[in-house]
Structure formats: C-alpha cells, structure tokens
C-alpha cells in the first residue's frame, strides 16, 4: 500500500535528533515559554522574513488571536464582515465567527482555487472590514491584486498560511509576509509539522505583537499580572524544539513536493482527471496535491483497489455543514462541485521514485 502521508517515514529521519533534543528538554526543566520557544519564533520570524513570530497553541488559535487583537486594537469591531474563501477548511470560517465577527463567504478562482479577486470586488460593502486570505493546497492566492482592493477600501488582509509554509512569489516574499499579519498551523501532517499541535502569528506590526504575546498568556505581560483578558494558548516548549529541528529541512522538503507535483503533471495523461494549476514556480508548495474527478467514490475505491490511499480535502462545504446551518442555502455551485468532486493523492517529500512511477500508471489506467 501506497500511503497518502507516511509521517513516519517522515519524522524517522529526526529520530536520534528528537530523542537527544528530547533529554536536553527533560534536563533543563523548563517546560512553558522556555528557550526552545523563543528560538523557534526568532528561527521562524527569520525564516518568513517578518519582525515578530508568536507562537500559539494551533492554527485555529493563531486566527483567533489576531481577529481578538485587532478588535482590542480597534482596527476591527465586533459584527464586521470579513471576506473569507467558501471553499476552505471550516477553521478559516470558524476563527471568525468565534471572535464575533460575521464571514462573507466567496467563490474560488476556478483555476488556481484560491479565493476570487474578482468575486471579491463585487462583494465589498461598509460593513466588510477584512480579508482572510486562504493559501489553499499550499498555493499563493493573487496578493498583489488583492492589497490593491484592499488598500482601495481600506481593509485588513490576513493569511492563513497553515498549508503554504515556505510559498515564495514571484518578489521572494515568503508566506506569513504577504498580509498585515499570518496564522500558522503545525499540525503533524502540514509540511512544516510538529509531533503534536502547534501554531505561530507572524507580523511586522509591533503593536499587534506584542499584545498578541499577552493575549496567548492570559493577558500577561508578566507573571500573575494581567492587563488584557486574554486566553491560554502557548506554544509547547517540546512543539518547538522539535519544530526548531525540522525548519532547517523545509525548503528542500519543498522541493521534493515540487518535483513530485512536476512528475504527476508531466505524467498523468487521462481525460477523466483535472490535474491542478501550476504556475511552475516556488509559489506552490503542493501540501496537497488535488485532483477532480466526476465520479470520485468510484476513482477512490479503484485507487484502494490498487494499494493506493487518497484522501478528500473536504469532503463537506463549511456552509453545508451543522454547525453553520444557518449558511447551508446560499448558492456556491463552484465550491460545490470541487467538494463533491475533489481527491487528494499522495504527495509527501519522501515518496520513493518507484512509487510516484506506480501512481501514475495506476491514474493514466483509470
């Protein structure tokens, strides 16, 4: 069997340098906002090329905490409108809502499945206030057409970058640069994951910074004195360590994504499959790898048929889901069609040759 992620695989590669990251962690005794974080935020900041970096606790937190911020900033209010990619995970969606704000769901690019420049023209009004920015798959939306309307309206731009780590367009700007500020996700299964969850904010805004660093820390600045209501949601000290250990392989860990993705392009030679956009550049990192398909139970159980796992990223709309029952009628035909017809195969740094040979050959027999 062919796996659609093999995080062992992956993480095996680490394992010495875990286990002796791992002693030196028990040997310091410092286990909450130690050394490790602090040098995986000075790493990361560098790495994204922005000022700060602050870790949180997930990438739905990282959202969370910057809406919150900006609200306690005043830069936002509560019940603004912030438009919002309808076809993303529902944790875009869900960052949102949580902070009291109201999300404006809008269509894809029918190409790259980023959120629409266009379609977001048409949705602008007095009570939108914000742009949440979804790389989605591990591509750069269009940002530079996007700051132009929003620096026309005046409105926020914000990334979620929890699939792009590492994305570079076409200036060398990196992914967590690209807005006023970032949310990141290091779920295991991202290609800059951790052991466990794990999140940062990256920002050149001192400001917003430092009251995020209160806010993840019950609103402290410092011990047992509190000048915020804030929440608790710290980056693991152990998270970043190993986090710490992975950054310096990211970039070529991207590469191999690339040039998987470029054999799966060149390769796959089947009517019955839309293969992804790709512009060919370092703009993509390819954390998911997404095909269409019409009939996708029947592709998939041809796939399990020959050894080979395939995931669904998503399989239900946000705005079809119950929790957000009360967005189910509006009409998204775009999105609900990649929803119902979408498959990701496997993609991963550590795929053998032989295996994305064995992919390929599989889907052009499809």
């Known amino acids: 069997m062919i796996k659609f992620l093999d995080l062992q695989r992956i993480n095996k590669r680490y394992k010495t340098a875990f286990k002796n990251r791992f002693d030196h962690f028990l040997s310091e005794g410092y286990y909450i906002l130690g050394s490790e974080v602090s040098r995986f935020e000075t790493n990361y900041a560098s790495y994204c090329n922005t000022q700060y970096c602050i870790g949180v606790a997930n990438g739905l937190d990282a959202l969370t905490l910057i809406f919150k911020a900006y609200i306690q900033l005043g830069k936002l209010s509560f019940g603004d409108s912030v438009l919002v990619p309808a076809n993303t995970y529902i944790a875009s969606i ?60 005046n409105l926020l731009v914000i990334e979620d ?9 076409a200036k060398g700007q990196k992914a967590g640069s690209l807005s006023h500020a970032a949310a990141f996700s290091f779920y295991p299964s991202k290609n800059l994951g951790a052991l466990g969850d794990a999140g940062a904010i990256t920002t050149n805004d001192s400001v917003l910074a430092d009251l995020i660093k209160k806010l993840r820390n019950y609103g402290s600045p410092k011990k047992y004195v509190n000048s915020v209501v804030g929440f608790n949601s710290r980056l693991d000290e152990l998270q970043a360590a190993f986090l710490n250990l992975k950054l310096s392989n990211l970039d070529e860990d991207n590469a191999k994504r690339r040039s998987v993705a470029k054999q799966y392009l060149n390769g796959i030679k089947n009517i019955k499959i839309k293969l992804p956009y790709y512009s060919g550049t370092k703009d993509h990192v390819f954390h998911l790898f997404v095909v269409l398909v019409e009939d996708r139970n029947h592709f998939m159980t041809y796939l399990k048929d020959c050894s080979i796992e395939s995931l669904i990223h998503y399989p239900i709309p946000p705005h ?11 009409h998204l035909p775009l999105t609900e069609k990649i929803h119902q017809q979408l498959v990701s195969i496997p993609m991963s740094p550590v795929l053998k040759h032989e295996e994305v040979k064995s992919i390929i050959e599989t889907l052009n027999a499809y």
Do not use: C, W
């Not at 629409?116 to 949440?132: D, F, T």
């Not at 970058?161 to 367009?169: E, R, T, V």
């Open 161 to 169: 970058a929890a699939q792009a780590h590492g994305a570079i367009d």
């Open 320 to 330: 079809k889901q119950e929790a957000l029952i009360s967005y189910r009628d509006l």
């Open 94 to 153: 869900l960052s949102i809502i949580i902070s009291g704000l109201k999300p404006v769901f809008i269509e894809p690019d029918s190409e790259t499945y980023n959120i629409s420049p266009k379609l977001i023209k048409e949705a602008i009004s007095s009570e939108v206030k914000a742009i949440l920015v979804v790389h989605l798959y591990g591509q750069l939306a269009a940002m530079e057409e996007l700051h132009k309307i929003a620096d026309r309206h």
